[in-house]
């Protein structure tokens, strides 16, 4: 069965303070969305979706840096949702999709592999990690400690079957769509986990850049 990787990158860089979107930025010689192009190049097809205003820049670094990894590229919408929307419209194969940020260039092949051969009908998978820090909740100025074993972070790649997910993202958008699994539970599907990794964090800020430098 056929896996396609749906790569959403719309950043900006206000939170690190950077005129040149995150996706953009380089790590260790090379533009962080290149690296992670580069970790799905094993898959059968790329789908890469940019807001249509940084195509010419993103054609430019590809020139710059000489990378030509396989792709197709898809102009995005007004948010994730609609960007995801968008890429999912241009995918018209029975398969897998892996939808995955942009900004997490230090996703390993091998838990790729762990999780779109895992992904069965009407059942998403997604990567998850458990919380080490201890969490509250702070509700009308009075602060209420958390109980962390149940909770886990999300990460990406989330990962559907295509007629599954497709069909998810006929609904109309909402406010309690946080991600792709949550679009898919809305419409009734299923979703599974299994670990993630801590390496594969979403870089946001300048602190992330740096950690994850030494990381990779």
Request: charged share 25%.
């Amino acid at each position: 069965m056929k896996r396609i990787a749906l790569i959403v990158a719309g950043g900006k860089g206000e939170r690190m303070k950077s005129n040149t979107p995150k996706q953009f930025i380089a790590i260790n010689k090379l533009p962080i969305l290149m690296h992670t192009i580069k970790q799905f190049s094993h898959l059968d097809e790329i789908v890469l979706v940019l807001p249509q205003d940084q195509f010419k820049f993103w054609g430019d670094l590809c020139k710059k840096y000489n990378f030509t990894e396989k792709y197709t590229l898809v102009e995005g919408g007004k948010s994730r949702f609609h960007s995801v929307q968008k890429g999912l419209q241009n995918i018209n194969k029975d398969g897998i999709i892996a939808i995955h940020d942009g900004v997490r260039p230090l996703i390993s092949r091998n838990l790729i592999d762990n999780l779109t051969t895992q992904v069965k009908e009407g059942f998403g998978i997604i990567p998850v990690i458990p919380f080490s820090d201890s969490v509250r909740k702070i509700e009308n100025e009075v602060s209420m400690q958390i109980q962390r074993s149940n909770l886990y972070k999300v990460q990406t790649p989330q990962c559907f079957m295509n007629r599954n997910i497709q069909k998810a993202y006929k609904q109309k958008f909402s406010h309690k769509f946080t991600d792709d699994a949550s679009v898919f539970e809305s419409n009734g599907g299923k979703i599974k986990t299994i670990l993630g990794d801590i390496k594969n964090m979403k870089i946001t800020t300048s602190e992330d850049l740096k950690i994850a430098g030494i990381l990779m």
